[in-house]
């Protein structure tokens, strides 16, 4: 009797099993991006309160392996660790014991590896295709070859730089915040001047250089403006072009594809299109510019109907001409083609050049199309046309505008059509 009560007691009595542990858990990540070597601090829970064999992975690029961070601090709820080199955008994970977080997303910038040049913290100016760093922008420059690449990590550069017409790609580790990388104007001239070297003009063939995610400011002097380019043709996107004493940026006998970018508190036009140039300008935030003619964008001498200087979905307002042109100035025989602009809050201040407070068309053989445009609230204080004005002989074709609210006057000098004939 005793064995079996003996089995049946013991029976009852079995140790439970030991408890599972949760799973660690993220909360947040901050900040959420940033390039190799950034801290970045991880908050949430079930981390442990010692490191041990945990870890803490960042996405891979490609195929590869899961990248593992170091480790700055550990906690039950904290911890830090350093964006590693190798790792790309996507998923943050944290292992304790063998059990995954939640993922959660972290934008990675290009990556620089380790200097085989020269070494120190001031070494941010990399050309990935010689595998180099450099303590400036210009010698990294001075340096390169045609086809070559170069990314400047985040930081202020007191540069006036100079392209030596050299067909090459300068760009910031973060192209998508432009205000975290800075060249500032450090003397008279251009902050960024791209000229060609000989007399081979590039002007018609395809841009194969390009000037990417910079904050370009403070240009100074004679010809102070914060890109210049001659002869050349130059992909300029996605910068912020602002308080340059000459205008944003200026194209003569050259092409320019300008995209992307934020031109802003120049004093001079904020994109100047001259002298056989051609341009593709669009999607760009053109805004408080004060110029001569053409506060916003100004075109002279440039375009032909074959091939006319396109400005297309941009935002051009608040802009200032102290003569004609508030927001868009053609003229000196140009051929322009505005299309699905949004044209607003520009003034043109003197009659001298007719007005134009939106847009101004000016002399002879100067022609533009004008289409697919809102253009509102614009003034021409001492001339007509608060919206368009075309005048001195210029012709335009206008179809499929909403133009209204301008003063004087929605339009002078053309016939504006409700649509646009296919």
Known sequence: MSFFLLVFVSGCFQS??????????ITSISPDRGCAGRTVTITGKNFGEAQGESRVTFAPCGDHPRVEAEVLSWSDTV?????????????????????????????????????ELVSGPTDLVYNTTQKKYYTTIQEAIDEAEEGDEIVVSPGTYHENIDFNGKNITL?????????????????????????????????????????????????????GVGVYLEGVSLIIEQNIITKNEDGGIYVEDGYAEISGNTITENTGSGIAVTNGASAYIHDNTITGNTGGDGGGIYVSGSGTTENPVRISNNTITGNTAGLGGGGIFVGGGSDAEISGNTITGNTAESGQNNGGGGILVFGSNSHAYISGNTIKNNQA?????????????????????????????????????TGCAS
């Open 79 to 115: 911890i830090e660790v350093k964006v590693p080199c190798g790792a790309c955008s996507g998923d943050v994970v944290v292992t304790v014991n063998g059990l995954d977080s939640n993922g959660v997303a972290f934008t990675v910038c290009v990556c620089l590896p380790p200097p």
């Open 171 to 223: 760009r910031s580790t973060d192209p998508d915040h432009p205000e975290r990388t800075v060249i500032e104007g450090s003397g008279e001239g251009p902050v960024v001047t791209f000229v060609a070297e000989s007399e081979k003009k590039l002007r018609d063939t395809l841009p194969s250089a390009a000037l990417q995610g910079f904050t370009i400011q403070n240009a100074s002097g004679n010809n």
């Open 16 to 25: 439970p099993a030991p408890p599972q542990p949760a799973p660690p858990e």
């Open 381 to 417: 204080s001492s001339g007509p046309g608060g919206g368009i004005a075309v005048t001195g002989g210029a012709t335009a074709t206008c179809c499929g505008n909403i133009i209204e609210n301008n003063t004087p006057d929605d339009v002078s000098g053309v016939t504006c059509d």
